[in-house]
Structures are given as structure tokens and as C-alpha cells.
């Protein structure tokens, strides 16, 4: 009885176990960090119920939040768990009847965030006790609760149910959410938390079926992907392969998204915050044009140099493969170059949210010196990623190619502002350095392999 | 046919090669034999053209290996001592790119048999990083030989094999047409397929026969490969 939830649970508890072993420092800095951040969670309540401000946020609100983020939680926890799950195929091969196995899989997880919740909300209602803030009200928990109840309830739902087959079984919980935004009462989502259960009982039914699902079209998807293809394709799906499984892909678009919007926000708040009122009007206008720069300047270190070094700095134990086949050395770096295609998409998302800030007007400035940027990066990082395969001193190189590309950047970006203000068609002027960089890039790979060459014959 | 000619070569002070010359003749297979650091495994990848040398030279069927590189390893297949892969590609990933890179025609079915043949094709869809060491070198084994190559560079071919894909490589090897040359601290696998062999210590060549004759001068290769031994020291 219940051998699947044991062994999940067993398995997350062990799982934290030997993380805690191999990297002690880093999850007590961690476990440190969550505590702090409930306790200055606890504190900003503490505070707006001391201070009068122009923040206003509701007990409505918070129980939304919660809700939702045990919502995607719980979702997130059955697909990794169930429907994309390997090890599962063990339970599922056994006499145990399938919708046994799922259930216990769906009370796991409804036991691990409900320790989830208990621990962070007993620990929040510790800390508000500490400020001396009345925290008996019952009758509020217990809603939190069912709240938090629905939302595992209703995530593991969507879950089964968007990876189905047959989506439209999607409706009832699409239908549901609708309501719960409309009404926007936390009591409705409580009373209504019967029939998120029905529901889900229901669609734990159909379980199994968006599991075969998903793995039959993993497998179709792969195989179609398996094929033949030409050198430069190649060696650009392996590499951007890599980049997808490693989930470098989303690190980059993250990253850039993030810098983006603290650039922006820095560019228009930035005077305020750093420099001194009696020296605003003597330095204002100064520092943001410098958040803009050392916006791209981030964006590019983490989408484009990084990458770059990488492509050849990690290959020391692989070379043999690459080395070993009759392929050119021109192919090679050329092939495994036009990955960065992929990481400077990756890195557009900086554009956009920069914009929103900085206005429309400083598109085409910002969108050149991101491309410029890009492309400086590439040019310096990938002949010396191939000059020192396997040297191990990938932290030093990238210090050095970043002070490199400071000095490259900052004059790009003094140039283009200065053409921009000056010259009239300085449209034409953007396109033709970026021509001229190219043809600088082309050169620098022809160096690289040459490097390459000289370094293996 | 693979020549080997004066090849010298230095990793910083230590002289891993010195002087060497060999040539290894189509449709024969011959093992290279030597002590841990003797210099086999340097051999192969400098004659696979993987690591550069100091001087000499290296004719793959007429192509100079530093020359005419890419020509030269159209005609090789090579298994290094440690197949390093992509952790992250799946075996079948991996083969198919391999495959690509090489632009080997009807690809999926060379594929399909070799693996089955050695028997990996049930894991083929499983990331590499999971594999075993004996997975890996099946793996490694399938990109040696799926382009039918003329001159197969082994190095410790059977290590880490089960019995039956051992047997299965070995009449691989024995079956094969062009030179098959085989770095090895097995004395069992010479007896079993070679023909000549190769003894190397501290980098030169210090024996080289009929692996029949040192049968019947010595009974055993392990004896002859001992009494090799034995006289270089005295």
C-alpha cells in the first residue's frame, strides 16, 4: 500500500539530502536567504500596518498570489513527476492498477506542498507574533488553506489535461479560472474547491492517455530530427542541441530580458537613486547613457562571449571526435560559429524591455549597438577560445576578452551617439560599420583557424 | 596502408616517440604492444591526426597526413582508448552526426547494422552520459567502422566488452580487408587475430615479427613480449 508515494517521498528527501552534502555552504546560504526573505516579508506587513502609504495591498491579493504559485507548482511537480517521468515507467509496469499509481503520485505532491505551505506560513505567522501583530484569525487560514488546497487541485488538472490528446478537456478548468477572476473573491475559490476536486478525479482518469501522448511524440519529434545533414548544419544542431538540453537557451533569454529591464529602469530612476541631490544638476544626464552601456556590456558578456569561448574551450577531451574526421578546419569553426545565430535571439529580448523605458525613438541606437556589441564579442572570444582548447583558464580569458570588449564597446558607443546626433543619414553610417564588422569577423575566424590548423599539425 | 616514417615526438622534455617507422600493409592486422607510457597511443592519434609531431612523416594511401589531412582521414577509422563523447547527444544523435560530418550514403541502415550487430541499437535513443563504458566504446566502435574505412586505428578494442561483442569485434577485425591496427595490452587478442606484432618501449620500436613465428620461437606472446623485455633492460 502507498509503495509510490513512499518512494517519491523517500526520493525528494534524499534528493535535498545530498545536495546539502555536496554543496553544504551553498544551501545554508540558501536556507539563510529563505528565512530572511520571509522575514522581511513579514516586516513590509508589519510596516504598512504602522505606516500610512500610497501601496495598497489587499489580504485578496496575497491569496491570489498564493493560489497561483501553487497552481504552476503543482502543475510543474506532475509533469516532471508523471507525465514526463522515466522512472515512473517501473510503477506503471507492475499489477497496480494505473489510476492507483497516479493517485498516489497526486498525493505526493499534494503532501510536499502542503509542507511546503505549513512550514512558510507557520513561519511568517512566527515572525509577525515577533512584532507583536495579533495573527489569530482562523477562519483566514483555514480559507488559505483550501485556497492553496484548489490550487494544487486545479495545477495537477491543467496539467494532465494540456498535455492530453484532446485538449478541449481543457474547458472546465479554463472555465473555472474565468470564474475565479471574474468573482475575484478568495471565499468563491474556497466553496468552488469541492468541484476542482471532482475534477480532478476526472481527469486522473484520463492521466495515462496524456502520458503515451507526450512520450509518442517525444519519440516522433526525435526521430524526425535525426537526419542527415550538411557539415555546417551539423555541427550547428550539435552545438545548439547542447545549448537547448543544458537550458542555456533560457538562461540567455532571461539574463537578457532581466538586464533589460533593470537598464531601463536604472536609465530613468538611476540619477535619483545614485547621485546626491546637491550634485544632480551638475552630473544628471551622465549616468544613464552609462546603465545603457553596461546593460549591453552584461548582455553581451553572457550571450555572446561566453559562448564563444566556450565553443572551442570545452572541446579538450572531445577533440578527438572532430579532429579525427576528415572534415576541414574551415567547416569547423565556421560550422560551430553560426551557433551564436541562436544566442544573439537570445539576446534581443534586451532590446524590447530597455525600450519600454527608454522610448521608441532609442530603437535603432540600442538595436545597432547590441549587433555592434555582438559581433566585437564574437570577433575578440572565438580565436581565443581555439588558441587555448583545454587550458582550463576559461575565468582569466574571459576577464581578459571582457576588459578587451570594454574598451571596443565604450568606443563604439561614444561613436555611434556622436554620429547620430551629427550626421543626418547616420542610418547608412550604422550599416556600413556593421558591413565593415563582418568582413573583421570573417577575418577573425580565418585567424582561428588558422590557429587551429597550426596548433594540430 | 599506413607509413610511418621517422616520426619523433616530445611532450615538453619527455621524448614520447623516437625515430620511428613502420608500415602497416593492407589485409593484415597488426597489434602494437608496449608497457603503460611506452608511446601506442600517441602513435595512433598522430597517425589519426590528432596530435601533432616533431618530425618524420605519415603516408595514409598516399596522403600525407599534415599535407593532405582531409584525404587522408576519409581512409581511417579510429576507436581512441577512452571514447570521450557528447554526455548530452543520444547515441543515435551522435552516430547520425558522425555520420553527416563523414557524408556517409544510406547512413540509417550502416547504422541500424553495425548496432545490431554489436548489439547497442536497443539503447540508441538513451543520452550518452547515462551510458556505460562498454556502451561508449560500442558507440565508439560503430563511428570507427560505419564508413567502411581502409585503415581501422584500434586502441584497446575489446576493453570493456562483453564476451559475445568481444568474439564479434574480433571477426570483425579478422574479416577486414585493409589494415587493421591495434594498440593493446592484451596478449590473448594478438594470439587471436593478429598477424604481425609491434613492440615499442620508451618510444622505439624494439621487436617486430610474424606473430607465428614468436609463437613457435616462444610459445606465447606474453613469453616473447617478457623476453623482449628482459633483453632491453640487460
Known amino acids: 500500500m502507498f509503495e509510490t508515494i513512499n518512494i517519491l517521498l523517500k526520493q525528494n528527501i534524499r534528493n535535498i539530502k545530498t545536495k546539502i552534502k555536496e554543496s553544504p555552504v551553498l544551501y545554508l546560504v540558501f536556507l539563510i536567504m529563505m528565512i530572511f526573505s520571509i522575514l522581511v516579508f513579514s516586516f513590509t506587513t508589519y510596516f504598512l500596518q504602522i505606516i500610512e502609504t500610497k501601496i495598497d495591498v489587499s489580504l485578496n491579493d496575497l491569496y491570489f498570489i498564493i493560489f497561483f504559485i501553487f497552481f504552476v507548482k503543482s502543475a510543474v511537480d506532475f509533469y516532471n513527476s508523471f507525465i514526463k517521468s522515466d522512472n515512473v515507467l517501473y510503477p506503471l509496469s507492475t499489477e497496480v492498477s494505473h489510476k492507483r499509481t497516479i493517485s498516489e503520485i497526486f498525493l505526493s505532491i499534494l503532501i510536499i506542498n502542503l509542507i511546503i505551505w505549513f512550514s512558510f506560513s507557520g513561519l511568517y505567522l512566527f515572525f509577525l507574533s515577533f512584532f507583536r501583530i495579533e495573527i489569530f484569525y482562523p477562519f483566514e487560514y483555514l480559507n488559505f488553506f483550501i485556497g492553496v488546497l484548489s490550487g494544487v487541485f486545479l495545477g495537477i488538472t491543467i496539467s494532465i489535461n494540456f498535455f492530453s490528446p484532446k485538449r478541449y478537456r481543457l474547458i472546465p478548468t479554463v472555465i473555472l479560472l474565468a470564474f475565479f477572476y471574474y468573482v475575484n473573491e478568495p471565499l468563491f475559490i474556497t466553496l468552488t474547491c469541492p468541484l476542482s476536486f471532482l475534477h480532478l478525479l476526472w481527469s486522473i482518469r484520463n492521466a495515462m492517455e496524456s502520458h503515451k501522448y507526450i512520450r509518442r511524440k517525444e519519440r516522433l519529434k526525435e526521430k524526425s530530427e535525426i537526419k542527415i545533414r550538411s557539415v555546417i548544419k551539423s555541427l550547428f544542431y550539435r552545438e545548439t542541441t547542447i545549448i537547448w538540453r543544458d537550458k542555456l537557451f533560457y538562461s540567455f533569454v532571461s539574463i537578457s530580458s532581466f538586464v533589460g529591464l533593470s537598464t531601463g529602469y536604472l536609465y530613468v530612476y538611476g540619477d535619483e537613486l545614485f547621485i546626491p541631490e546637491r550634485l544632480l544638476e551638475l552630473y544628471s544626464g551622465f549616468l544613464p547613457s552609462v546603465f545603457v552601456f553596461i546593460g549591453v556590456f552584461v548582455v553581451v558578456i553572457y550571450t555572446a562571449v561566453f559562448p564563444s569561448l566556450n565553443l572551442f574551450l570545452n572541446e579538450e577531451k572531445t577533440m578527438w571526435i572532430i579532429r579525427h574526421l576528415p572534415l576541414s578546419d574551415d567547416s569547423l569553426v565556421f560550422g560551430k560559429t553560426s551557433t551564436l545565430i541562436l544566442c ?114 | ?105 544510406n547512413a540509417e541502415d550502416k547504422i541500424d547494422e553495425i548496432t545490431k550487430n554489436i548489439g547497442i541499437n536497443n539503447f540508441l535513443d538513451y543520452e550518452i552520459g547515462t551510458y556505460s563504458k562498454g556502451m561508449k566504446q560500442k558507440i565508439s566502435i560503430t563511428t570507427a567502422i560505419m564508413h567502411e574505412p581502409s585503415n581501422l586505428l584500434l586502441d584497446e578494442p575489446v576493453y570493456g566488452l562483453d564476451p559475445l561483442t568481444s568474439r564479434r569485434i574480433q571477426d570483425f577485425i579478422k574479416r577486414n580487408n585493409g589494415s587493421t591496427v591495434i594498440a593493446t595490452h592484451s596478449t ?5 587475430v593478429s598477424d604481425f606484432v609491434y613492440i615499442i618501449m620508451r618510444g622505439k620500436v624494439v621487436l617486430y615479427d610474424k606473430v607465428e613465428n614468436l609463437l613457435k620461437k616462444h610459445g606465447s606472446i606474453e613469453d616473447a613480449y617478457f623476453h623482449t623485455k628482459d633483453e632491453i633492460n640487460v
Open chain 1, 344 to 457: 544573439f535571439v537570445a539576446a534581443i529580448p534586451f532590446i524590447p524591455y530597455t525600450t519600454v523605458f527608454l522610448g521608441i525613438e532609442k530603437i535603432i541606437f540600442l538595436s545597432w549597438f547590441l549587433a555592434y556589441s555582438f559581433i566585437a564579442g564574437v570577433i575578440v572570444s572565438v580565436p581565443l577560445g581555439v588558441k587555448y582548447v583545454g587550458k582550463k583558464s576559461d575565468i582569466m580569458l574571459l576577464y581578459s576578452v571582457s576588459m578587451i570588449l570594454f574598451g571596443i564597446l565604450g568606443f563604439g558607443a561614444i561613436f555611434g551617439s556622436y554620429i547620430e546626433s551629427r550626421i543626418d543619414y547616420y542610418l547608412w553610417v550604422y550599416l556600413l560599420i556593421l558591413i565593415i564588422e563582418a568582413f573583421v569577423l570573417f577575418l577573425s575566424l580565418k585567424i582561428s583557424t588558422r590557429i587551429l590548423r597550426v596548433k594540430y599539425s
Open chain 2, 1 to 105: 596502408m599506413i607509413e610511418i616514417n621517422n616520426v619523433t615526438k616530445y611532450y615538453g622534455k619527455i621524448h614520447a616517440l623516437r625515430d620511428v617507422s613502420l608500415k602497416f600493409n593492407d589485409s593484415q592486422v597488426i597489434s602494437i604492444m608496449g608497457e603503460n607510457g611506452a608511446g601506442k597511443s600517441t602513435l595512433l592519434k598522430i597517425c589519426v591526426g590528432i596530435l601533432p609531431f616533431d618530425s618524420g612523416e605519415v603516408i595514409v594511401d598516399g596522403y600525407s597526413i599534415k599535407k593532405n589531412s582531409i584525404k587522408a582521414r576519409e581512409r581511417i577509422g579510429y576507436l581512441p582508448e577512452m571514447p570521450e563523447m557528447y554526455d548530452r547527444l543520444t547515441g543515435r544523435e551522435f552516430l547520425f552526426y558522425i555520420a553527416s560530418l563523414r557524408k556517409i550514403k
Open chain 2, 188 to 192: 590473448q587478442l594478438v594470439e587471436q
